[in-house]
């Protein structure tokens, strides 16, 4: 009955463990990892405040970001040639309807092009993991 309890206390403690990267970007907006940075998403955290919705899948790799928009730049899984760019209005946007604002994936010359339309060219990239660049 002991074994019992014991494996059950370590499986517990193993589910709840902490994610690798849980790194806070602006409002309830999150850069999140569950075991190594090759994972990162770009998340945003629930109402619930336990509960991350994934916007933008792993690998992202770099952010930058103002009161209206941020913007990211993303490898997508074990792709590392190619580099998505994705822009995110994130005021006055409902949690539940984040991702139908999502503007992505971009080409490089796509996501300059938007950039401009939106007046976004001050926006740099200024979160930037180089070892997943």
């Known amino acids: 009955m002991k074994k019992i309890i014991l494996l ?5 403690c193993y589910s709840c463990q902490q994610p690798d990267v ?9 850069l999140i990892a569950a075991d190594v940075e090759e994972q990162l998403t770009l998340s945003c955290q629930l109402t619930s405040g336990s509960t ?9 790799f770099a952010i930058g970001y103002d009161e209206n928009y941020i913007i990211a730049k993303q490898h997508p ?3 590392i040639d190619i ?4 822009i ?17 994936p971009l080409t490089l010359q796509e996501f ?9 060219e001050q926006l740099k990239f200024t979160i930037v993991y180089k070892d997943l660049e």
């Open 52 to 60: 991350y919705s994934h916007i933008i899948e792993s690998t992202v």
């Open 22 to 30: 849980l790194r806070h970007i602006t409002g309830d907006y999150f």
């Open 8 to 12: 059950m206390v370590v499986c517990l």
């Open 112 to 120: 300059e092009q938007k950039r401009k339309e939106l007046n976004l």
């Open 83 to 86: 580099t998505n760019y994705f």
């Open 88 to 104: 995110l209005p994130i005021k006055n946007v409902a949690v539940d309807t984040v991702e139908k604002g999502l503007i992505g």
């Open 77 to 79: 899984k074990d792709l």
